[in-house]
């Protein structure tokens, strides 16, 4: 029976070969594109979860402008961590973390080694403690 479907196909395939490849065409595109999203969901929904209290975990967010001229950074001013941990009694800790800066070269010396890092950041000691 099976045997038969597959032939049944195969000559399809090579009695109709224009539509034959505009459908292969099509089903690889759709495949390929669904395990793209596919991915990219599974990426976005893997975010930060290595921590153990990932659904306490919340990030604060600057948003500037109006209308369409309207943007979201994900930082902050540096002082709304402890502000926050004073006025709010259901915070229990923050971390503010910062990429390099001007004011703050990324240069780090180990004995007679000087090391330039590009995509170094700064942390509060805290960072690891809510692992």
């Known amino acids: 029976m099976l045997k038969n479907y597959i032939k049944t196909a195969w000559r399809n395939l090579l009695k109709n070969k224009f539509y034959s490849l505009i459908n292969i065409a099509g089903l690889t595109a759709g495949l390929a594109i ?5 991915l990219w969901v599974q990426d976005e929904l893997s975010f ?3 921590h153990k209290k990932t659904p306490n975990i919340y990030r604060l967010e600057l948003f500037g402008g109006t209308g369409a001229s309207r ?7 540096a002082p ?3 502000l926050s941990k004073k006025v709010l009694p259901q915070i229990e800790d923050f971390v503010r ?6 004011l703050y070269p990324p240069l780090y010396k180990y004995r007679d080694k000087v ?17």
Not at 71 to 77: C, D, K, N, S
Not at 97 to 102: G, H, M, V
């Open 34 to 38: 669904g395990i793209m999203i596919l």
């Open 97 to 102: 973390i910062t990429r390099k800066s001007d």
């Open 71 to 77: 943007q979201i950074w994900p930082l902050g001013v």
């Open 80 to 82: 709304i961590g402890p």
């Open 115 to 131: 090391f330039n890092d590009e995509n170094a950041a700064f942390a509060d000691p805290s960072f690891f403690f809510g692992v």
């Open 48 to 50: 930060d979860s290595f």
